[in-house]
Structure formats: structure tokens, C-alpha cells
């Protein structure tokens, strides 16, 4: 069956640390993959996305994620942490409708 | 440029009753897909409606319906209401079949007692 796991539930990371979001994925081919952050009471967000070429994407507000097909992930990264981006992130999968398959989701709590 | 647009924001039911929810997606936008995001929980699936018919479901019950309006608007009904229906509801616009990005609403927080 098809699957999206973060492995972390919970990270915390002092503000200016780098940070790193583990995503793996269980899919027949290689589907598109995302990263979404939501903030308390808020929607989502989106961050990256990756359809296909370049295998390090570069997203909104700092964000970049490398996908790795040998080992069927999808890593979020951010050199330097911010206070305000302290959150929920997502990360999502599709074969190619728009049905996603959404992980569990790594909440994020940056400390001053 | 309105994004997608949910209504209520919040909403209380007792078990048994039968809730509507509502979504306007983003201008220039005529499919709309339902999630349900329960607590602590990533979103899943509900279904995909486009030129008015639900063209994809996910694993959910027949008491979840909707409806999509020829303004491209759409409507969630969950009839029999679930103490395990209390969730976030999140609606996603995007353009025609084949895939292109969808953007998501702040969505409905549904809370049954």
C-alpha cells in the first residue's frame, strides 16, 4: 500500500540551528512529492514540491529538500531556524491525481 | 485574488446529526478535493469533485457526501454524525483532471459531542 511516514514526531532546534525533517515514502513508482507547513488554526501551506530533474529543490522562506530515490525519501532542510518557523510540517505524496497521501506530521518548536 | 475559502470556521454537533460544510475554491479553479484532518493526525482523502462529479474517494463511509455547484463551489454533508467525525476539514482547489498544484483553505474545525 501506498505510505507516507515522518519518523519524528516532535523536533526541537534552538533559533539559528539547522534543521533537518525526515520523510520516507512507499509508492509503486516515484510520485510527486511535497512538504506543507500549518500553523495552529491554519491551513497548509506549501513549501517545495518535487515532480522530477533536479533532485535538490529549493522552496519558500529558506526551505530546500533533496530527494534521495535509493533510499526513498524526501528531506526538508533549512540552514538557520527562525522563531516564526515553529509549526506543523507535512510531507504529502501523490502518483499523479489529486489524491494525496499525507504523513503524520513533525511539529516543530524552535527555542530562543 | 480570493484563495480557497471555507465556511464555518467552527462548527458543534451532537452524534447522530448531519452537518454541512462548505467551500468556495480559488478564482480560475474548477476542481475541489475534501480532506479530513483529525487531531494529531495527517489529512486524508475524503474525495474529488470536478464538473460536478465525485471522480475520486478515498476510504470513507457512504455517510460522507458532497456536491459541487456549476460555480465550481462545493458542499461536504456528513449524515449520522460520529463522535470520531471531530476533525479538521480542509478543502483544495486546483485545475482540471490531470494534475496541477492545489492550494488548501484554513478549513472547517468540526467538534462532535
Known amino acids: 500500500a501506498q505510505s507516507v511516514t515522518q519518523p519524528d514526531i516532535h523536533i526541537t532546534v534552538s533559533e539559528g540551528a539547522s534543521l533537518e525533517l525526515r520523510c520516507n515514502y512507499s509508492y509503486g513508482a516515484t510520485p510527486y512529492l511535497f512538504w506543507y507547513v500549518q500553523s495552529p488554526g491554519q491551513g497548509l501551506q506549501l513549501l517545495l514540491k518535487?515532480?522530477?530533474?533536479?533532485?535538490l529543490v529549493q522552496g519558500i522562506k529558506g526551505f530546500e529538500a533533496e530527494f534521495k530515490r535509493s533510499q526513498s525519501s524526501f528531506n526538508l532542510r533549512k540552514p538557520s531556524v527562525h522563531w516564526s518557523d515553529a509549526a506543523e510540517y507535512f510531507c504529502?505524496?501523490?502518483?499523479?491525481?489529486?489524491?494525496?497521501?499525507f504523513g503524520t506530521g513533525t511539529r516543530l518548536k524552535v527555542l530562543a | 485574488d480570493a484563495g480557497v475559502t471555507q465556511s464555518p470556521t467552527h462548527l458543534i454537533k451532537t452524534r447522530g446529526q448531519q452537518v454541512t460544510l462548505r467551500c468556495s475554491p480559488k478564482s480560475g479553479h474548477d476542481t475541489v478535493s475534501w480532506y479530513q484532518q483529525a487531531l494529531g493526525q495527517g489529512p486524508q482523502f475524503i474525495f474529488q469533485?470536478?464538473?460536478?462529479?465525485?471522480?475520486q474517494r478515498g476510504n470513507f463511509p457512504d455517510r460522507f457526501s458532497g456536491h459541487q455547484f456549476p460555480n465550481y463551489s462545493s458542499e461536504l454533508n456528513v449524515n449520522a454524525l460520529l463522535l470520531g467525525d471531530s476533525a479538521l476539514y480542509l478543502c483544495?482547489?486546483?485545475?482540471?483532471?490531470?494534475?496541477?498544484?492545489?492550494?488548501f483553505g484554513p478549513g472547517t474545525r468540526l467538534t462532535v459531542l
Open positions: 518535487y515532480f522530477s530533474g533536479d533532485t
Open positions: 483544495a482547489s486546483s485545475v482540471g483532471l490531470s494534475y496541477n498544484e492545489q492550494f
Open positions: 504529502a505524496a501523490t502518483s499523479g491525481t489529486y489524491k494525496y497521501i
Open positions: 469533485y470536478y464538473e460536478e462529479e465525485e471522480r
